[in-house]
Antibody
Framework: QVQLVQSGAEVKKPGASVKVSCKAS????????MHWVRQAPGQGLEWMGI????????NYAPKFRGRVTMTRDTSTSTVYMELNSLTFEDTAVFYC??????????WGNGTTVTVSS | DVVLTQSPLSLPVTLGQPASISCKSS???????????LNWFQQRPGQSPRRLIY???NRDSGVPDRFSGSGSGTDFTLKISRVEAEDVGVYYC??????????FGQGTKLEIK
């Protein structure tokens, strides 16, 4: 079955960077786009951006542009999301989510990032 | 950007009673291909979101038939015919008609009275 397994929780200091991975199984990574979504504690879902694993092209939400980089490694069926210049407001759960025919369908298990001094 | 406005934001429901959540879009979600890319997700406490409904009214595999979606244009509704304890959580609508950026509704928290 289709699964998206994300890397474990991270604790970072303000100003640092974090890189979260999302390993896909049960389908061909390069056949479908992948989104990244942020969820701050007690808050809703916020779309961060999208990557086309086939060619590595990306599109980021204006709020994160300049601070986020999404990449992929097709040899390991893994996509990555790196967020730089972390602030306390970046404390959140980050999800990868697959796009199928214009609709998000499968979600990863989430990665908690805590920004703390 | 397409803005999705959900109501209510909080929904206390008695077990066995129906529930209804509205999602209104700031513009028509009818794509140039004629389809409507409006989806509904359930997020139980401490879990990742799970898709329930795609393209307005198509139920995902394994989703109980007490969940249904309807709507057209700018107004959409998720209905639960008889609420069960396992339905507690937050429900989100999300659009994919405007390819980018994707947008979510604010979420509706369903709780048992």
């Amino acid at each position: 079955q289709v699964q998206l397994v994300q890397s474990g929780a991270e604790v970072k200091k303000p100003g640092a960077s974090v890189k979260v991975s999302c390993k896909a199984s049960g389908y061909t990574l390069t056949s479908l786009y992948m989104h990244w979504v942020r969820q701050a504690p007690g808050q809703g879902l916020e779309w961060m951006g999208i990557i086309n694993p086939s060619d590595g092209s990306t599109n980021y939400a204006p709020k994160f542009r300049g601070r986020v980089t999404m990449t992929r490694d097709t040899s390991t069926s893994t996509v990555y999301m790196e967020l730089n210049s972390l602030t306390f407001e970046d404390t959140a759960v980050f999800y990868c989510a697959r796009d199928s025919e214009g609709c998000v369908d499968v979600w990863g298990n989430g990665t908690t990032v805590t920004v703390s001094s | 950007d397409v803005v999705l406005t959900q109501s209510p934001l909080s929904l206390p429901v008695t077990l066995g009673q129906p529930a209804s959540i509205s999602c209104k879009s700031s513009r028509s979600l009818v794509h140039s291909d004629g389809r409507i890319y409006l989806n509904w997700f359930q997020q139980r406490p401490g879990q990742s979101p799970r898709r329930l409904i795609y393209k307005v009214s198509n139920r995902d595999s394994g989703v109980p038939d007490r969940f249904s979606g309807s709507g057209s244009g700018t107004d959409f509704t998720l209905k639960i015919s008889r609420v069960e304890a396992e339905d507690v959580g937050v429900y989100y609508c999300m659009q994919g008609t405007q390819w980018l950026p994707r947008t979510f509704g604010q979420g509706t928290k369903l709780e048992i009275k």
